[in-house]
């Protein structure tokens, strides 16, 4: 059983599913792909999270590390049984540690379509800057 486990988990990596098996539940989870885009102003995450709705969604930012944790809820309605499952996965955690040149104070989230998107505005600090030269 571990074999398969090892060649699932291989195969997932290698499309960019990578599979946690070490949380604390002892649950499979799955890390959710993610894209990262970065401007002066900002930085804005965009995470794959299909099938999870906002309830399900947890957020946290905790000694500067952002933590996604999200619950897929695969429940079949009242009177039906599933005769085949490919869909085994019912939780997505992904974490990520993030640079003190960031707000965390003014996180922006949205969720739409299954996507999630964060915007991490840059502190003040860290914002580019235009210094004037004077002549003297």
């Known amino acids: 059983m ?25 649950e499979s989870t799955l ?20 099938g999870v709705n906002r309830e399900a969604l947890h ?13 897929l809820d695969l ?18 955690r992904r974490s990520f540690t993030l640079s003190k040149e960031l707000d965390v104070d003014r996180v922006a989230a949205e969720m739409s379509h299954g996507v999630l998107k964060l915007t991490i505005p840059r502190a003040e600090h860290a914002k580019p800057r235009r210094i004037a030269v004077h002549v003297a």
């Open 31 to 50: 890390m959710p792909p993610v894209d990262v885009v970065e401007d002066a102003h900002a930085i804005t995450l965009y995470a794959d999270l299909p």
């Open 2 to 26: 571990n074999e398969l486990r090892n060649q699932d988990r291989a195969a997932r990596a290698v499309q960019g599913r990578e599979v946690d098996d070490r949380n604390p539940q002892g």
């Open 75 to 92: 429940s079949l309605p009242q009177g039906l049984q599933s005769s085949h499952t490919e869909v085994g996965f019912q939780r997505f």
């Open 59 to 71: 957020l946290e930012i905790e000694a500067g590390t952002l933590k996604i944790d999200a619950r």
